[in-house]
């Protein structure tokens, strides 16, 4: 076997269930954590929303906490949270702010939200997080710049999507998956020092191999 594609994944149980984007997992003979020979087990996948359920033995040292409310606004601060262009970057992951620009995705996609949040190849599959870090969406595609300069003639920037929360929550309950959600004491706002630490606790790298 070979590794093929590598992507981002986030703890979402404390039974060790990692969500991440289907396309990362696709088709793999066996799935890994990065470092790791023993294989993840590849839970349902939603083709049609590009999201993969991954599930470890054992326990995760942390887990995403999820927004309470499906309220997200246009214009609303956000950061990305991932692992691009691995072996380039930084190993200890990159995070990535941005505003919310789009409450829906490519095409109108209702299911997805615009950011702005710079996004590169091994994104896929990470955390979109709040002010507060907690998780509104699923980085899942940035736009192809090429494509669209050929045919437009002008370079898009930082047009960047991620599956939205509710579809994200309905895809986990539909799984019976016990995922945290933030309640009424989660008020304050965290600066991004505070959000980068504690998504770098929960998020992982993946790699399919094939």
Aim: with cysteine.
């Amino acid at each position: 076997m070979e590794k093929a594609v590598v992507g981002t994944a986030f703890f979402v149980s404390k039974q060790g269930h990692l969500l991440t984007n289907r396309h990362v997992v696709r088709d793999c003979r066996q799935v890994r954590l990065t470092g790791s020979d023993k294989p993840l087990k590849v839970l349902p996948q939603d083709e049609v929303n590009d999201l993969a359920l991954l599930q470890m033995t054992g326990k995760p040292k942390a887990v995403a906490v999820f927004r309470a409310a499906n309220d997200l606004r246009q214009g609303e601060s956000i950061a990305a949270y991932g692992y691009p262009l691995l072996g380039a970057l930084a190993a200890g992951g990159n995070l990535s702010p941005g505003v919310v620009s789009a409450l829906a995705g490519l095409g109108n996609n209702t299911s997805q939200i615009q950011i702005t949040a710079p996004v590169q190849q091994g994104n896929s599959g990470g955390p979109v997080l709040d002010g507060k870090g907690q998780v509104v969406g699923v980085v899942v595609q940035k736009l192809d710049a090429v494509k669209v300069a050929k045919l437009t003639g002008d370079v898009p920037q930082n047009v960047n999507f991620a599956i939205n929360e509710s579809t994200t929550r309905a895809f986990l309950d539909s799984n019976q998956v016990e995922y945290t959600t933030g309640g009424w004491w989660d008020f304050w706002q965290k600066d991004l020092v505070e959000i980068s630490e504690d998504a770098r606790a929960y998020t992982v790298v993946v790699e399919c191999w094939k």
